[in-house]
Each structure stands twice: as C-alpha cells, then as structure tokens.
C-alpha cells in the first residue's frame, strides 16, 4: 500500500486561505468518504481535525474544512492564524481493510 | 477523559525484540477499534496496524506484517505491539490511536520511543 500523495509544503499569510492536497487511488480515497486530516506540532501526538472527508470533531475551528473530489482530498484553510503552523497529514481506509497515511505537508504561515 | 498511555519502548538492538504497551483509560475499551502508528525521526506518519473492539479482526502494513504482532486484553484495558526481528528503520515514536465508528483516529496517546541500534 503505497503512501498517499501531498505536497511536502505550503504557505500563506495571516488572514488568507490556503489548501492541502491528498491524492490517492481507486482503492482508497477513491473508492470511501473515509478520509481524514491530522494536525502535527513538533514533538506532540498528532490531532484529528477532519474525519469522514468533511466532518469537524468538537473544538475544531470552521477555519478547517475538507472535501474530495475523485480520488483526490483536500483541507482548506480559511483566515490562517499562525497557530496553525503545524504537519498536516491525510489518511484514508483502503480496500484491503487498512489504513495508509499520507507524506504529511509542512505548513508555514509567513 | 480519554487517555493512552503508552510503555515499553527503548534500546534495542538489531535482531532483538520489544513489547509496548498501550493503557487506556476513560472510556469502555472493549467498544474501540484500536491501532498502531509510527513516525520515524524527521518523517511522516506511518500506520502499523489494526485490532478491533473484540480482537478477532486484525490487520497490518505489508511493510510491518509478520514481525509485528498486535493484541489486546479487554480485561486490563491495555493493547500491545509485540516486535520481532527489529532493525535499524524501525526507530521510530510508536503510537497508540483509537478508532471511533469509523476508520479514523480520535485519540492517540504520547508516543513510545524505540530506538533500533548495536
């Protein structure tokens, strides 16, 4: 089960949007509404912050938002705050019953 | 409040073996699917493995499958990794994460360093 695809870094402003992509294949994003985005500081456990391509658990700002399209997921972040400097990784579930991570993107708020 | 703790990890050399532990506290244990993941230093997230609430199903990465070994015991609230064989690529920080309804992780735990090395 190969790694999803993400870019290994993005940027953007305080204040603008920005968008991570996760792209992955028939037999996972593809094929399931089962992806979801985790928030990773340096050092800390990661974070759920998007289940189920589109869902917020509890306490998650509305700044975070997910979507698919196709084989391809995305986590878009509106109104950027520097404390959202942080990895961002996408996982999904696959066809063969088990999970698989993607690459992680380094975020940077400039 | 939910909590995982893990334990175990260490100083190992290559070929050696290793048992972390997983305790779970603050919510009924048995109901959870439970996994394992790892980050080795410097790199991305990497899913190991799979038991469900009642641990009759079981899964692993083909990377992983046949050194590792996962189980729980319900009764303790604990779930475990057992490794075998390992080597140098398997440092890394192991992680506990609970499953909830559907596969993704809502909780993990603080992470168990394991260091592969003569």
Known sequence: QSALTQPASVSGSPGQSITISCTGTSSD??????VSWYQQYPGKAPKLMIYEVSNRPSGVPDRFSGSKSGNTASLTISGLQAEDEACYYCSSY???RTRVFGGGTKLTVL | EVQLVESGGGLVQPGGSLRLSCAASGFIFS???????RQAPGKGLEWLSYISGDGTNIYYAVSVKGRL????DNARNSLYLQMNSLRDEDTAVYYCAREWASPFFDSWGQGALVTVSS
């Open chain 2, 31 to 37: 109901s959870y699917s439970m996994n394992w993941v």
């Open chain 1, 94 to 96: 696959t066809r063969s």
């Open chain 2, 69 to 72: 070994t996962i189980s729980r």
């Open chain 1, 29 to 34: 994003v593809g094929s399931y509404n089962f």
